[in-house]
């Protein structure tokens, strides 16, 4: 039905950051829990960070430490800020709900790591 859109990938080399938003809408985002998704070619999809309605949040042990996610719950937006990223990071990155509804997932959004 409704998609969420992801935004905010680019190329960037190793150690640098990009941010990624995610925007939806109030009947998706007002009290779940939302999270960050990778995949990466060959690879599974992969929760990498979740948060709260009320702003708890967790981290896949990879990107713990360098990797920050956030919401806006007034805009309905989600936000992945990404530093020290190494090309490991590269993958489609997706937003969701956590647990993820298969009826929402959008196009993703390419972050390439590279030099």
């Known amino acids: 039905q409704v998609q969420l859109v992801e935004s905010g990938g680019g190329l960037v080399q190793p150690g640098g950051s990009l941010r990624l938003s995610c925007a939806g809408s109030?009947?998706?985002?007002?009290?779940?829990?939302m999270g960050w998704y990778r995949q990466a070619p060959g690879k599974q999809r992969l929760l990498v960070a979740s948060?709260?309605?009320?702003?708890?949040?967790n981290y896949a042990d990879s990107v713990k430490g360098r990797f920050t996610i956030s919401r806006d719950n007034a805009e309905y937006m989600v936000y992945l800020t990404m530093n020290s990223l190494n090309p490991e990071d590269t993958a489609v990155y997706y937003c969701?709900?956590?647990?993820?509804?298969?009826?929402?997932w959008g196009q993703g959004t390419q972050v390439t790591v590279s030099s």
């Open positions: 969701n709900r956590f647990p993820s509804r298969s009826n929402y």
């Open positions: 948060i709260t309605s009320g702003g708890t949040t």
């Open positions: 109030r009947s998706i985002f007002s009290g779940y829990t």
